[in-house]
C-alpha cells in the first residue's frame, strides 16, 4: 500500500515539475533571433520611456478585467463547483442525523 501511494506521489508530483521547471527556464533561452547590441538596447529602451511618458500611456494595455476566461480560471470554476457540492452533500449528510439501523443476529 506505501509503494501504491509512494508511486502516485511520485508521478503527481513529476506531471507538475517538469511543466513548471520548463517555463521558468523557457525566459533565459533566446528567441533564435539575431541578438542585438548593447547600443541597440538602449535605444530601444530610451524609445520605450519615451513612448511610456507620453499621454494617454499608461499601463501595458492588457485588460485586468477581460471578459475571456482562459484555461486555468475554468479549471479553478470546475473545481470549486466539484469540491462545493461534495462539500454541500456531507454538510447535508451530516444535518441528517444518524441512521437508525436494525441489528440482525
Known amino acids: 500500500m506505501i ?3 509512494a508511486l ?12 513548471a521547471i520548463q517555463i521558468v527556464k523557457a525566459q533565459y533561452v533566446s528567441s533564435g533571433g539575431p541578438s542585438a547590441s548593447l547600443e541597440e ?4 529602451a ?3 520611456v519615451q513612448n511610456a511618458k507620453q499621454a494617454g500611456a ?3 494595455g492588457t485588460p485586468m478585467l477581460g471578459v475571456n476566461l482562459n484555461e ?3 479549471y479553478i470554476i470546475a473545481i470549486v463547483i466539484i469540491f462545493g457540492a461534495i462539500s ?5 449528510m451530516g444535518q441528517r442525523g444518524p441512521r437508525k439501523t436494525e441489528v440482525k443476529r
Open 3 to 5: 509503494t501504491v501511494i
Open 72 to 74: 486555468t480560471e475554468i
Open 88 to 92: 454541500a452533500g456531507f454538510f447535508y
Open 46 to 48: 530610451r524609445e520605450k
Open 8 to 19: 502516485v506521489s511520485t508521478l503527481l508530483l513529476v506531471s507538475f515539475a517538469l511543466p
Open 58 to 60: 499608461y499601463g501595458s
Open 41 to 44: 538596447q538602449l535605444k530601444l
